[in-house]
Structure formats: C-alpha cells, structure tokens
C-alpha cells in the first residue's frame, strides 16, 4: 500500500459538550476547546475528531442534526469554528467532523417537507411506509430499543427511524438526497476540513423489500440488522461519494461500521476501491456483553487475542484498521479492561501500549490520556443519556431489579465517557464556573490533567511518549502483525517485523506477576527497551530508563542502550514492556 499522511496520524477525539466550558452556562463550546489546542499540541496528536457541533435539537447530544450548515449555538458561532479550525491548522493539527447522514432530525427542513404531505417533493427523502395489518411495516427494532418505525398521523404512514424517534432515517435510495448530501460535505471540505468520522456509515442502505426479521413469535420487535447493516447498494453509495466528492481532496475518512466483519472491512478500506480510508468496527467492543450490550459478562483475554489477531492479519496489506477502546458510546478503557483502582495508572498504560503497538491508525479519546473512569451516579436522575434512560424505563416496566440495571448502567452506559473533563482539582474540575449538564465524576481531586501535566511518571507523559516513538519508527505503522503465546493465561505478546526488524510487545493483563519468555530465536538478541510502565527490572538494570516511561535513545538522539534478550523475564502487576531488536 501506498504510504498516506492519516496511516502515520494519531487522533483525538473531542466530545463538545463536556470538553472545556468558556462561558459558565455548563456546556463545553468552541472557544473552550480552542483555548486547549496547546494541550493537544503538546501530547502530539496530529487529528482532532470534533463530535457534532451543528444545529441541533439535541435529543441524541447532537447526532440529530437540524442544520447541517449551522453551529449550535450553546457551542458558539460559525466565526468561533472557523477560529477553532484556524488555531488547530497553525498548532499543525488536522480536524475530521462528524459526519451523519444515515439519519437528520426530525425538525430538520426536509422532513419538515416530507411530513407535510405524501405528494410533497421531498417526501422521498425519507424511508415512508404504509402500515401492515394495523401494524408498523414490518418488525425491526430501534437500536435505543421499541419499534424503529413511528406513524405519521397527517398523513397515516409511517417513517423509518433505526434511532431515536427523533432521527428518522435519509432515503438513499433517492439520488437528489445523495447530491443534496455531497453538496454538504463538499461545502465543509471547501471550508478547509480534513475529512469526516460517518456516523453508522453502513446503515445507509435497506433491502428496500424492507422483510420482517426472523424471530421468535413471543417478542413483538426483532433485530432486523441483517436487512439495514451493509446493505444491497451500501458499496455503490460509498463510491459513488468518493467519486463525486472525497477524490477530489486529500482527506482522511473513517467509517463507523456496527456489525461488520474483516473481510467486508478489507472491501471498504482497499485503497483500489475509493470507499473509505478505514472503519470502526465493534467485534472488541462486545467482549464483555451477553445477551446484548446490558448483560455484563466476564471478558476473557484468549477472546481479545482471536479478536485482535482477526483483524490486524485480515487487514494487513488489504485495506487499514482504525484503533480504539474508548469514545463518546463506550465505557472508560480503564474501567473496563484494566484495574481503576490501585492499578489505575499501570494498567491505563499497559491499554495505550496494547493500542498503539498495533497496525493502524490510534484514536484518544478525551480524558484517555489521564486515567479518567468510569463514574457510578447512585440515580438513574443523575443520567442524561437516551439510550440509558431508555434501558432503565424498560427494565423497571418488566419488573427488573433497579439495583441490577443500575450496575449494568455504571458497567455499560454512554455517560461513562460523557462526563466533563477533569483539568484541575478546582470546582468542578476546571470544566466550568457553573453547574455542569452532567455532573463531574466525584474523583476529579485525584483525577485531572493539571496533576498528569506535573508529574513526569503520569499517564499523559506515557501518552506522549508512545505517540512520540510511533513517529520515530516505521515499524510501529508499517510492521506486520503476529501474535505470540497464544495460551498464555495473563500475558498477550505480540511481534511486528518490518524490513528484518522485529518489535516484541508483551502485556501483563492482570495483577499477577506471571513469567513470559520471548520467542526462542530472540533470546539472546541484542534488544532496546523501547518503552515499559515500571521501574527497571532487576534482570535489565542498567538498560535505558524507558521502562519508566523516561525519554529513549530514540527521543533525545543519544547512543542506543542495547541488551541481551533475557530467556526468562518476571512481569509485575500490569506491566508492559516493548522491545526493538
């Protein structure tokens, strides 16, 4: 594959509304996240993910566009964006928007129109249907649970809404609502944007028989993902968009994909096919979910290594994997997969080591990169999320235990990452001088980037240093992929090779000190320890002091500090070490 700018890029993902508050009225802004652009900078990322900013009524935090050409006022003026993205292009930092158009509001003009009448010209820019049997068209299930169609009483038909009932969904199967969508994005790109995030990107095409899901007679409304995800014309659309629209600018795109599998990824990231760059796919999100997201389960590290090898060999040389634990849906990387107790700071690194020594290009999402967790409000009152509102009202209707729904909530639920960002350890944690939309995780004292900025062993240092040796070594982007010690109980250990270089990653998932031995033909080699999250071990004392997260020979210029490969080496509670032989 040719080499491209976003393969060697690292991203960081901004969540508007709780990023940084400039004017007290408890809502982060633009002028807020501008005036933390140097604490971007300094970490090192190359692309801001700005979350939706536009007009919107906000039932789903913004992802209900009204205005796709409007700012939300709470977040500031276009003046205040174009600033932002100004600031960010002088600091050298690319900006990706978000991009949703597999659905709009419900108050936004063209469905102003199209519910207006059925003869209207734009009725066809939304998915109408005619009741069935006294029913809804057929039986597919919204993804924030209930129906996914609501009945129009004006004109007694029903529109398709995958979301909320607020977002009903875009017909694409019509080609003026696709020109009407690229003359969008060509309107943004020409403001000097550097590309999109798509929004639930392969929804935008239905089998347009629009069948009932198969499923028991018992339950009244059925998945239905396999008529809507990846859809008949869904490779067609994407390039048709790309023809029309993203060739013509060197910009990155990143398609989220629920549901989708590598082989369908490899045909949407090929380079040949001009579809999209990379996706998001969700296979790892799902680790720890039983029968659907709200049952909570155990996940298990030999199901991380299968999913992570899946995907890094099936992409390799094919098309490009997009990384990530965190964003604004899921619950905090710490709190999930680590220890956000008295490993909190050992094992949030080890994450960011597992992440970033894979192939592909990284995503941080805000507050990632000092440790933030999980938050565990004692009432469904203390909520804003409509998909967790929504779950709660449900499970209470069937009778469920409040006490067992809310653990499932402080588990799994969206507002996990949605809390306001803790800069300091001052009201509020420096978010806003006023009362926040969503409270402020009770840790912020101990938690927060003002601490993380002071202190050299921090998280955020960790983070800088990672992405600093990314840019350093090709072989950190570029290497290939295979995993080691596929039985071992407590370690993952994988290599990348690249040009006769091999990079040995090694990850204690737990609090254990287990034994790992590199693999046979590496023992003994002269290794550099490239970056690890502890102190020196006894068995490499004298080795350079990036095992503690300390500049390496690489960073300062420095003659390279070089060891044998030990046979045998003792991992303590979340450890992790890198090695370039």
């Known amino acids: 594959m040719e080499r491209q700018w976003w393969q060697e890029s690292v ?51 913004g992802y209900d566009i009204r205005d796709y050409r409007a700012i939300l006022p709470e977040f500031g003026k276009m003046e205040d964006w174009e600033v932002f993205l100004a600031e960010a292009h002088a600091r050298g930092i690319k900006l990706i928007m978000d991009l949703v158009v597999n659905h709009s509001s419900d108050e936004h003009a063209w469905f102003v129109e199209s519910s207006s009448s059925r003869d209207n010209p734009k009725r066809d820019y939304y998915i109408w249907k005619p009741g069935k049997d006294g029913k809804e068209p057929n039986n597919w299930v919204s993804v924030f649970g209930g129906s996914a169609w609501k009945r129009d009483e004006r004109t007694d038909e029903y529109f398709l809404h995958l979301f909320s009932q607020k977002q009903p969904d875009l017909n694409w199967s019509n080609p003026e609502l696709r020109r009407e969508v690229y003359d969008m994005m060509t309107w943004w790109l020409d403001k000097g944007i550097d590309g999109f995030r798509m929004d639930v990107i392969n929804f935008i095409s239905k089998d347009e028989a629009y069948p009932d899901a198969p499923g028991g007679a018992d339950a009244r409304y059925q998945w239905g993902g396999q008529f809507f995800m990846d859809g008949p014309r869904i490779h067609e659309f994407l390039q048709e968009m790309n023809r029309e629209v993203l060739a013509k600018y060197d910009c990155m795109t990143v398609g989220e994909m629920p549901g989708v599998q590598p082989d369908e990824a490899a045909l949407y990231t090929a380079p040949e096919r001009g579809e999209v760059n990379m996706v998001f796919q969700f296979e790892h999100m799902d680790l720890d979910s039983g029968n659907g997201k709200w049952d909570v389960r155990p996940w298990h590290l030999k199901a991380l290594k299968e999913v992570t090898y899946k995907w890094q060999r099936a992409l390799m040389g094919r098309g490009w994997n997009s990384l990530y634990l965190n964003n604004h849906d899921q619950p905090r990387v710490v709190s999930r997969f680590g220890n956000d107790g008295e490993f909190r700071v050992a094992s949030a690194k080890m994450l960011a080591t597992f992440l970033h020594m894979q192939q592909g290009t990284p995503y941080i999402y805000q507050g990632e990169e000092i440790g933030m967790t999980n938050v565990r409000f004692p009432s469904i009152d203390d909520y804003r999320d409509i998909e967790t509102l929504n779950y709660y009202r449900e499970a209470m209707e069937g009778g469920a235990d409040e006490s067992v729904v809310l653990r499932s909530i402080h588990a799994k639920g969206r507002d996990n990452a949605r809390t306001p960002f803790q800069w300091d350890a001052g009201l509020q944690a420096g978010f806003t001088t006023g009362e926040p939309w969503i409270a402020v995780n009770p840790n912020y004292p101990d938690v927060n980037a003002a601490a993380a900025l002071a202190d050299q062993d921090s998280i955020f240092h960790y983070y800088r240093r990672l992405i600093a040796l990314r840019k350093k070594h090709d072989i950190i982007v570029y290497g290939d992929f295979d995993m080691l010690d596929w039985d071992h109980p407590e370690v993952m250990a994988y290599v990348r090779t690249l040009e006769g270089r091999r990079l040995l990653v090694a990850l204690n998932f737990y609090g254990g000190e287990p034994e790992w031995s590199p693999p046979a033909d590496a023992v003994g080699c002269e290794a550099e320890l490239l970056i690890g999250n502890y102190a020196e071990a006894p068995e490499t004392e004298g080795a350079p002091e990036a095992a503690t997260g300390a500049e390496t020979a690489a960073d300062t210029g420095t003659e390279r500090r070089l060891r044998p490969l030990e046979p045998v080496i003792r991992l303590r509670p979340y450890e992790d070490r890198v090695y370039l032989l």
Not at 36 to 59: A, Q, R, T
Request: zero cysteines; a negative charge; hydrophobic letters at 30%.
């Open 11 to 61: 991203v960081y993902q901004i969540y508007p509304r709780s990023f940084m508050d400039s004017n007290g009225d408890g809502i982060g802004d633009l002028q807020g996240m501008t005036s933390k652009l140097d604490y971007l900078k300094e970490l090192g990322v190359d692309v801001i993910w700005l979350s939706p900013v536009y007009d919107s009524p906000n039932d789903d935090n």
